[in-house]
C-alpha cells in the first residue's frame, strides 16, 4: 500500500487565498522533499528537510518536517495562477536505502 | 546543458511487442532513476543506478528491465509490453553527495 499519503487530492482556491498540503509517512523519514510538477511538465525540486520540527521558507512557501519526522506539510500564501500544479512530498526512509518513496501529490487549482 | 534528456516522447505499442526507453544525461552524475507515474499514484521507482554498470530494483520491477553501460546513459526496456504498463515514464538523475533529483520531460506510452 501507499506509505506515504498526502491530503488534500485535490484542492481548489481563489487566487490570493492561502494553501496547505499535508504528508504523512507509516514510518520514520530521514529526509523529505517537496516537488512541484506543471501540468504536462515534469517534477521539479523544491526543497528538502531533514531536521525534526525543521522550518524553511522560499517567497511565499513555507515547509515544515514534523517532529517525529513522520509528516510534513507545505503551506503557500497568497496563492497566484503561477501556483497552479501538483505538489508531491518524497521521503527517504530510515534504514531503507537512499531512495525516495513519492506521495500521490495534491493538485492545486488556482481560479483568477 | 540539456540536463536530462529522454527518448521518445511519445510511443504506442501493441501487446507483446518490445521497446527500449532511452534517458540521458550531461551532468556527471552518479545515480540514475526510472519512475512510472500513473493518475492518483505519485511516482514509483522502477529500477535505479548508483554508477556505470550497477543496477537495482526498485518499487515495481516486474515487467522492465535497465542497463547502465555508459554513466551518462540509463536504459529502460520492456520485453513484452502489457496494457498495464500505459503510463508516463520518468528519469531522474542525481549527483552524490547532493540532493536534487533532475527529471527528464518524460515518455508517454501506451500499450493497446
Known amino acids: 500500500g501507499q506509505q506515504v499519503m498526502q491530503i488534500p487530492q485535490y484542492q481548489h482556491v481563489q487566487e490570493g487565498e492561502d494553501f496547505t498540503t499535508y504528508c504523512n509517512s507509516s514510518?520514520?523519514?530521514?529526509?523529505i522533499q517537496w516537488y512541484k510538477q506543471r501540468p504536462g511538465g515534469h517534477p521539479v525540486f523544491l526543497i528538502q528537510?531533514?531536521?525534526?520540527?525543521e522550518v524553511k521558507k522560499q517567497k511565499r512557501l513555507t515547509f515544515q518536517f514534523g517532529e517525529a519526522k513522520k509528516n510534513s506539510s507545505l503551506h503557500i500564501t497568497a496563492t497566484q495562477t503561477t501556483d497552479v500544479g501538483t505538489y508531491f512530498c518524497?521521503?527517504?526512509?530510515?534504514?531503507?536505502?537512499?531512495?525516495?518513496?513519492f506521495g500521490p501529490g495534491t493538485r492545486l487549482s488556482v481560479l483568477p | 546543458n540539456a540536463g536530462v534528456t529522454q527518448t521518445p516522447k511519445f510511443r504506442v505499442l501493441k501487446t507483446g511487442q518490445s521497446m527500449t526507453l532511452l534517458c540521458a544525461q550531461d551532468?556527471?552524475?552518479?545515480?540514475m532513476y526510472w519512475y512510472r507515474q500513473d493518475p492518483g499514484m505519485g511516482l514509483r521507482l522502477i529500477h535505479y543506478?548508483?554508477?556505470?554498470?550497477?543496477?537495482a530494483k526498485g518499487e515495481v520491477p516486474d515487467g522492465y528491465n535497465v542497463s547502465r553501460l555508459k554513466k551518462q546513459n540509463f536504459l529502460l526496456g520492456l520485453e513484452s509490453a502489457a496494457p498495464s504498463q500505459t503510463s508516463v515514464y520518468f528519469c531522474?538523475?542525481?549527483?552524490?553527495?547532493?540532493?536534487?533529483?533532475?527529471f527528464g520531460p518524460g515518455t508517454r506510452l501506451l500499450v493497446l
Open positions: 543506478s548508483v554508477g556505470e554498470g550497477t543496477t
Open positions: 551532468m556527471n552524475h552518479e545515480y
Open positions: 514510518t520514520t523519514l530521514s529526509n
Open positions: 528537510l531533514v531536521k525534526s520540527g
Open positions: 518524497a521521503g527517504r526512509r530510515v534504514n531503507y536505502g537512499q531512495n525516495f518513496v
Open positions: 531522474a538523475s542525481q549527483g552524490q553527495g547532493r540532493e536534487t533529483q533532475y
